[in-house]
């Protein structure tokens, strides 16, 4: 594929990430003017099924200008990423349903009871992405897809969130919610496997699926 061509097919995939990034850059804008705006649309447990607009909202609320833009800088890295790899739809949905899942996924903590941010849906882009490269690519791409998958993996074990879903630790003003990032990648990675095989019976033969060989039946003299 040319490289024209490629961006074409990768299109939908960075309308996604640059739509969050400035979504939530004018999350940050509307905040200077409102203060009560974070508050409005942040991941409040207590307030997940009357409110249930905080699934998709809380990933664009920012906590401090250095977690803003450091999750800027993911979504153009993903953005990259995905056009290079010519990455199909069918990756753009899987990352819709990871959206808001993930945030739903953080019930499981009974340690949060907030959060804000777009690191649980830039995991599970990150997910979406290993998965779609090592199920449905060869040669360099399926590498890619697999050093991926192995460094995601690498850094939810180092986190441990299944013991510690809160991090006060490191260099940001803000305890982190190391749980969202593990949500975040098993809803993308579930995501990208439901997504790759409803793809693949879709364009599977019909009389395959139905049980009948497609190959016309070869007659005994």
Request: net charge positive; aromatic share 8%.
């Amino acid at each position: 594929m040319t490289g024209r061509g490629a961006g074409a097919a990768a299109r939908p995939w960075v309308w996604l990430w640059w739509a969050l990034a400035v979504a939530a850059l004018g999350v940050a804008l509307a905040s200077s003017w409102w203060p009560g705006a974070a508050t409005a649309l942040d991941w409040q447990r207590q307030r997940v099924w009357s409110q249930p607009w905080r699934l998709w909202t809380a990933a664009l609320v920012h906590l401090d200008i250095l977690h803003l833009w450091a999750n800027v800088l993911g979504c153009a890295v993903l953005a990259f990423v995905g056009t290079a790899a010519r990455v199909s739809v069918r990756a753009v949905c899987a990352c819709f349903l990871a959206w808001p899942v993930t945030q739903l996924a953080l019930l499981a903590s009974a340690d949060l009871q907030r959060y804000a941010g777009l690191s649980g849906v830039l995991h599970a882009g990150v997910a979406v992405l290993a998965v779609e490269l090592v199920a449905t690519r060869r040669g360099r791409d399926r590498g890619i897809g697999l050093a991926l998958a192995v460094g995601l993996a690498l850094k939810l074990v180092l986190e441990r969130a299944w013991t510690a879903p809160v991090s006060t630790e490191g260099a940001w003003s803000f305890p982190v919610a190391t749980v969202a990032h593990l949500a975040g990648a098993l809803a993308g990675g579930a995501g990208a496997v439901a997504t790759v095989l409803w793809a693949a019976r879709a364009i599977a033969d019909p009389a395959t699926l139905s049980g009948r060989s497609s190959l016309p039946e070869r007659r005994q003299p």
